[in-house]
Every structure is written in C-alpha cells, then in structure tokens.
C-alpha cells in the first residue's frame, strides 16, 4: 500500500490506455543524453552489422539512403518518465538491414558514434519492431536527437534508442551496455516499469 | 541483485532557495547513502490511488538518512508546484534511489574539476561542491553558474562563503549586478577558456542544465580541446526529467 501525499490530486490527462505507469505525457520533445553532442559528416558515415562469426555487412550513406524505407507512426517512452505519442520517422527497417545477414546469435550490442552502447534481443529488433531512422516529423534528424541516424525500438524504454548509431554487434551472450551498466534495467519493457536494475 | 524499493521519505524542512525554488529535506528510514550527483525518482500519490512520478537531483551528499533536493515550480506542472507550494514538514511522499552513476564524482577522484551549471543545473553539481568541502579533498574545482539575475541564484550565502580551492564564476544572462563587468550574454568561449581549465589540464567536466545551455557549453567545451570522454552532461528542461 503506497503512502498517500497529503493534498495531491495531480493533473490527469486521458491518454486512452497509451501511456505506461508512471509516464506522463509531453508535447515537445525533450533531449537526454551522456556527453557532447558528436557531429557526424555523411560522407564519413557508415553503418555495420557484425556477425557471430565476425562478418561484417556495411552501409555507406548513399547505399543506407538507397534501401526501401519506411515511415512509422510511433508512441515513445523514455525513463525519466516522459511519453510522446504519434512521433513520426522515416527509415530503414531492421528486417531490411538483416535480410543477408546470416546468424545465430541471441542478443545485440548496439553501438553509436561519440562510445555509446545499448544491448537488447535479437529478436526485439526484427519483425517490423525497430528501425535505423534519418527523418523526424518530416525534417531531417537534427543532431541532438541523433542525426544523422539513430535507432527506435518503441516497445522499449528509449535509452535502448541509440543516437548516432553506427552499428550492432551480434552475439552468442548477452553484453550490457552504457546505461544496463550503470544501473539501469537489462531489458527495459515501459509497460512492466523496468527502469532499473531488480525491477 | 539490487532492488529500488519505495520508502516512506517525511519532509524534515523546506525552505525557499529563491523566489520560485525550494530546498527540501527528507528523512528516508533505510537510505543505503548516494554519489554526489545522482538523482531520486519521488513518487506522489493521491487519495484515490492516482500516482504521479518524476526524477530530481540530490543536492547533498549522503548524510545518514537525510536526503536533500531543490527543486524549481515549473509552471502548470504536475509534481513541482506540490513539492514547493503544499508540501509541508510531516507530510509524506515515497522516493526512491539513489539512481545514476554516470553523472557523479567521487572524493578519492584526483583530477580537476569544471562545474558548468544552468539555471537548476546546478543542483547536482552543488553536491559535488559539498562532497568536496566534506571529504577534505584538495581537488580543485571551478565552477561556472549561468543564471538569468543575481535573485535566481541558488545556495547564493553558502556559495559566498570562502571555500578554498573552489573558484567560482557567474555568468549573468539577463541582468547582472553592479560592479559586474560581462555584460549579460549567454554562455560564450571566453567564458569557458577563462573561468575552466585549460584541456592540458585533463578535468572531469560535469555539465548540467537545460538542453540548449548543456549543448552550447558541451560544444564549447570541445571547441577548447576538452576531450568528448571527459564531458559528462546532464539535460534538463521543464520536462526533461
């Protein structure tokens, strides 16, 4: 039985069932991340899955920007507890990113430009559940939220979103990352509140 | 593994930091203790099961039981206005923590420090200040506190008291004070290449506050040489957590 504050009655706002417990919603889109903003030249950008058995499959910019694309309409919700609904993006699927991509491996290791690093399944990241976005909202992906690509897996909590992102480890055992590192929860589901680690 | 639990946490006392922020006190039965710059998720509910939960920086360092924050009303928000406006000593909200360990420093931690704070991005670097004071480190520590007025300070009589060791600059971006000879601006290179370290130097940089100021003064920072590994940010705005 939680403690009840005294005089709080809060500013309840129907969300019809979107949002997660303990999220609230935001119509602006604030920005969360551990250092300096990198800046990445395109003509230096690149984006690499490596494999299990240490295969390497990689994407120069033109050749990413020449793959079929898609535009998501998607609800996002990040730990420190803000949510924004109907966030649209325009990208690469990660199924289109594994088509020739032949593996074994169970987990992921995302890494980004600037040293950060998330993990999560496999199989979170397939079956039209995640995608390697250049455009939000019809303009391209402003730097401080990740231009010129980041990740968006939405069923997870957004830490597992990598901007800047530069490629995905794959691998036979599960790696934590930055933030699974210091604390945070390994998998990260919003609609079981797994914010942190024992949660 | 380690769980976060909720606890019980009773306001001890709170006081006005400015005219539209409020340092809190709790007292938190089963606080394991904190790293200067890690933050609590505090958690309000109402009488009808309704909860509301956001994440605020501690601006102590870890002192038994007691767990301080500051906090700023943002303006027709859900969770600040209670904190600074209703919340009265003996009255009980649920924390839980401490949470963060990117965002910290350590006393045994040689290095040299630059705090660079916005606004309420000061809040966890005041923690460190502390930490320091507490722990007898020598370490040298500079801070840099942009602010919009001399009234919008935070910790203004503490901060003034001499504190070796600890270099303090503030950068007025609205109206500064008599006597003060930068005009009021926004945070530029000057600032940072006079009132820093050089990058030679090697400091931790810890910058916080809200997003626009966190990026301008991390940019800078890396415009003087300062290396991207060395500069830790946190960003917050209203609702930025």
Same mark, same amino acid.
């Given at each position: 039985?939680? +403690?009840?504050?005294?005089?709080?009655?809060?500013?309840?706002?129907?969300?019809?069932?979107?949002?997660?417990?303990?999220?609230?919603?935001?119509?602006?889109?604030?920005? /969360?991340?551990?250092?300096?903003?990198?800046?990445?030249? &395109? *003509?230096?950008?690149?984006?690499?899955?490596?494999?299990?058995?240490?295969?390497?499959?990689?994407?120069?910019? $033109?050749?990413?920007?020449?793959?079929?694309?898609?535009?998501?309409?998607?609800?996002?919700?990040?730990?420190?507890?803000?949510?924004?609904?109907?966030?649209?993006?325009?990208?690469?699927?990660?199924?289109?990113?594994?088509?020739?991509?032949?593996?074994?491996?169970?987990?992921?290791?995302?890494?980004?430009?600037?040293?950060?690093?998330?993990?999560?399944?496999?199989?979170?990241?397939? *079956?039209?559940?995640?995608?390697?976005?250049?455009?939000?909202?019809?303009?391209?992906?402003?730097?401080?939220?990740?231009?010129?690509?980041?990740?968006?897996?939405?069923?997870?909590?957004?830490?597992?979103?990598?901007? =800047?992102?530069?490629?995905?480890?794959? /691998?036979?055992?599960?790696?934590?990352?930055?933030?699974?590192?210091?604390?945070?929860?390994?998998? %990260?589901?919003? =609609?079981?509140?797994?914010?942190?680690?024992?949660? | 593994?380690?769980?976060?639990? =909720?606890?019980? #946490?009773?306001?001890?006392?709170?006081?006005?930091?400015?005219?539209?922020?409020?340092?809190?006190?709790?007292?938190?039965?089963?606080?394991?203790?904190? /790293?200067?710059? $890690?933050?609590?998720?505090?958690?309000?509910?109402?009488?009808?099961?309704?909860?509301? $939960?956001?994440?605020?920086?501690?601006?102590?360092?870890?002192? %038994?039981?007691?767990?301080?924050?500051?906090?700023?009303?943002?303006?027709?928000?859900?969770?600040?206005?209670?904190?600074?406006?209703?919340?009265?000593?003996?009255? $009980?909200?649920?924390?839980?923590?401490?949470?963060?360990? =990117?965002?910290?420093?350590?006393?045994?931690?040689?290095?040299?420090?630059?705090?660079?704070?916005?606004?309420?991005?000061?809040?966890?670097?005041?923690?460190?200040?502390?930490?320091?004071?507490?722990?007898?480190?020598?370490?040298?520590?500079?801070?840099?506190?942009?602010?919009?007025?001399?009234?919008?300070?935070?910790?203004?009589?503490?901060?003034?008291?001499?504190?070796?060791? &600890?270099?303090?600059?503030?950068?007025?971006?609205?109206?500064?004070?008599?006597?003060?000879?930068?005009? #009021?601006?926004?945070?530029?290179?000057? *600032?940072?290449?006079?009132?820093?370290?050089?990058?030679?130097?090697?400091?931790?940089?810890?910058?916080?506050?809200?997003?626009?100021?966190?990026?301008?003064? #991390?940019?800078?920072? &890396?415009? &003087?040489?300062? #290396?991207?590994?060395? +500069?830790?940010?946190?960003?917050?705005?209203?609702?930025?957590?």
């Amino acid at each position: 039985m939680s +403690i009840i504050s005294r005089g709080f009655r809060g500013k309840r706002r129907d969300d019809g069932g979107r949002v997660p417990p303990g999220q609230y919603l935001v119509d602006d889109f604030p920005v /969360l991340s551990a250092g300096p903003t990198p800046r990445v030249p &395109l *003509d230096r950008w690149e984006f690499a899955i490596d494999t299990e058995a240490e295969q390497t499959h990689r994407w120069s910019w $033109q050749e990413f920007m020449a793959l079929p694309s898609e535009t998501p309409t998607v609800d996002i919700h990040c730990v420190t507890k803000w949510s924004k609904l109907d966030t649209s993006w325009e990208g690469v699927s990660l199924d289109v990113l594994f088509e020739d991509v032949e593996t074994a491996a169970e987990y992921a290791l995302v890494y980004s430009y600037g040293g950060y690093t998330t993990n999560l399944p496999l199989e979170d990241l397939l *079956d039209g559940k995640a995608w390697i976005v250049h455009r939000f909202d019809g303009e391209e992906l402003e730097p401080r939220h990740g231009g010129p690509a980041r990740l968006i897996v939405p069923h997870l909590y957004f830490w597992k979103s990598a901007k =800047w992102v530069r490629g995905i480890r794959l /691998l036979n055992e599960d790696w934590p990352g930055f933030w699974e590192t210091a604390g945070y929860h390994n998998y %990260g589901d919003p =609609w079981r509140e797994q914010r942190y680690e024992g949660d | 593994m380690r769980r976060l639990t =909720w606890r019980p #946490a009773e306001l001890v006392e709170g006081s006005a930091e400015t005219a539209t922020a409020r340092t809190l006190r709790f007292r938190v039965p089963g606080w394991p203790g904190h /790293l200067a710059g $890690q933050h609590v998720d505090v958690r309000l509910t109402a009488e009808d099961g309704y909860t509301a $939960q956001r994440s605020y920086s501690m601006a102590a360092p870890a002192d %038994g039981d007691l767990v301080e924050l500051t906090v700023e009303t943002v303006a027709d928000g859900e969770v600040s206005p209670y904190l600074t406006e209703e919340l009265r000593a003996g009255d $009980q909200v649920e924390l839980r923590g401490p949470v963060g360990g =990117w965002f910290v420093w350590r006393p045994e931690s040689k290095a040299p420090v630059l705090l660079v704070g916005g606004g309420s991005g000061i809040v966890p670097l005041m923690a460190m200040i502390r930490e320091r004071r507490k722990a007898g480190s020598r370490v040298p520590f500079r801070l840099l506190y942009s602010v919009r007025d001399p009234e919008r300070r935070y910790y203004a009589e503490e901060l003034r008291r001499p504190d070796p060791g &600890l270099d303090i600059t503030y950068l007025y971006t609205r109206s500064a004070p008599d006597g003060v000879s930068r005009p #009021a601006r926004r945070i530029m290179l000057d *600032d940072l290449a006079e009132g820093g370290w050089p990058a030679t130097f090697e400091p931790d940089c810890y910058v916080c506050g809200p997003t626009g100021f966190v990026e301008a003064a #991390a940019d800078l920072l &890396l415009a &003087l040489g300062h #290396a991207p590994e060395r +500069i830790r940010t946190e960003r917050f705005g209203p609702t930025g957590g």
